[in-house]
């Protein structure tokens, strides 16, 4: 009986362990995935800033603090 219901199962429920990776694949694997997302978020970074400087978008408040400041400036009243 439970021979046959081990029988149905297909084989990778069977074997769990077929698709074992090392530590260092996934540390490698791990190191790739964040220098990757790094990039991304410096390009994303990047391109904002420079729509910001050609007044392409809307600045935030912190962007709008870093690029004039003198908005900022209770000395005037």
């Given at each position: ?10 084989e990778?429920?069977?074997n ?62």
């Open positions: 009986m439970g021979e046959e219901a081990k029988d149905d199962q297909p990778s429920i069977q769990p362990n077929s698709n074992r990776i090392t530590q260092t694949q996934f540390l490698s694997w791990k190191r790739q995935k964040d220098a990757d997302a790094l990039a991304r978020k410096a390009e994303v970074a990047r391109k904002r800033a420079e729509d910001v400087a050609a007044g392409a978008v809307q600045m935030n408040g912190r962007e709008l603090f870093l690029h004039e400041p003198w908005v900022f400036d209770n000395s005037l009243y």
